[in-house]
């Protein structure tokens, strides 16, 4: 027996800065659905016309020092980021270079292309396309991930 998931809910992410937060998720197409107590810790609902939801929780309360970001040093526990799937990469790329958000990572594995960016937080995001059908990336032998040495 297997727990019934359907689908991925919600993605949950601390911020520190409610207005910074909310600019840079509207400014990837989300659109702010409700915020039912920001201050005292409860979420801004956004959802993208994609249909992902992001509850943007806060206000965070101690500095910023750790992290449990992929690709520095120091590894702690937790999510390290959210990835969502672009119809194109070339459009993708297009659409950060217009609004001036920076690539923190890029790389390319069996098929898919992959890049990185920073919400306000440093949240990492991954956007990823592929080439083919997925998930050709997730299946194989141990030499078939030689490539994936790339990936921050």
Do not use: C, W
């Not at 409860?42 to 806060?58: A, D, E, F, K, R």
């Not at 960016?117 to 050709?136: C, F, H, K, T």
């Amino acid at each position: 027996m297997i727990l019934g998931i359907e689908k991925v809910d919600h993605v949950g992410i601390r911020v520190s800065d409610k207005a910074l937060s909310i600019e840079f998720y509207e400014g990837l197409g989300f659109e702010t659905l409700v915020d039912i107590g920001f201050e005292q810790g409860h979420p801004i609902i956004m959802q993208h016309p994609s249909g992902v939801v992001l509850n943007l929780l806060g206000p965070s309360n101690t500095s910023k020092k750790q992290n449990i970001l992929m690709d520095v040093d120091e590894k702690y526990p937790g999510i390290t980021h959210v990835s969502f799937k672009v119809a194109s990469m070339d459009e993708a790329k297009r659409f950060l270079q217009e609004r001036r958000i920076s690539l923190s990572g890029e790389f390319t594995f069996k098929g898919m292309h992959a890049v990185f960016i920073r919400d306000p937080d440093r949240n990492v995001i991954e956007l990823d396309a592929y080439e083919g059908d997925e998930p050709a990336t997730r299946t194989g032998d141990a030499s078939d991930f030689e490539g994936y040495k790339e990936h921050p």
